[in-house]
């Protein structure tokens, strides 16, 4: 099992920074592809960004590049979301996620276990 926390979320202005984090504890965290996503009032929940194991690949969604980072230390057992220039439309409670095999993936189904989630609000 693993048990994954989410800190760091907050309200902020638009433009503003917030930087995300995602400690997990239980089995070795440097097995785990990990991700993050977003879920806003009404609408699915979308993949944000992923990592390999060993933080040499990442993916983002195109509504994120350029202004989101995600980054891992695998010595801390975290997994972090660098949000920059946010916009209103970023509001959500945002997830992380580790997936139990090497390859990035954006379905969500594909992850196994979860965080409970952290709010994020940027008013414009």
């Known amino acids: 099992q693993v048990q994954l926390v989410e800190s760091g979320g907050g309200l902020v202005q638009a433009g503003g920074s917030l930087r995300l984090s995602c400690a997990s504890s239980?089995?070795?965290?440097?097995?785990?592809?990990m991700g993050w996503f977003r879920q806003a009032p009404g609408k699915e929940r979308e993949f944000v960004a992923a990592?390999?194991?060993?933080?040499?690949?990442?993916d983002y969604a195109d509504s994120v590049k350029g202004r989101f980072t995600i980054s891992r230390d695998n010595a801390k057992n975290t997994v972090y979301l660098q949000m920059n220039s946010l916009k209103p439309e970023d509001t959500a409670v945002y997830y992380c996620?580790?997936?139990?095999?090497?390859?990035?993936?954006?379905?969500?189904?594909?992850?196994?276990?979860w965080g409970q989630g952290t709010q994020v609000t940027v008013s414009s």
């Open positions: 990592i390999s194991r060993n933080g040499g690949s990442t």
């Open positions: 239980g089995r070795t965290f440097s097995n785990y592809v």
């Open positions: 996620a580790a997936r139990v095999t090497h390859w990035l993936s954006y379905r969500p189904s594909e992850y196994d276990y």
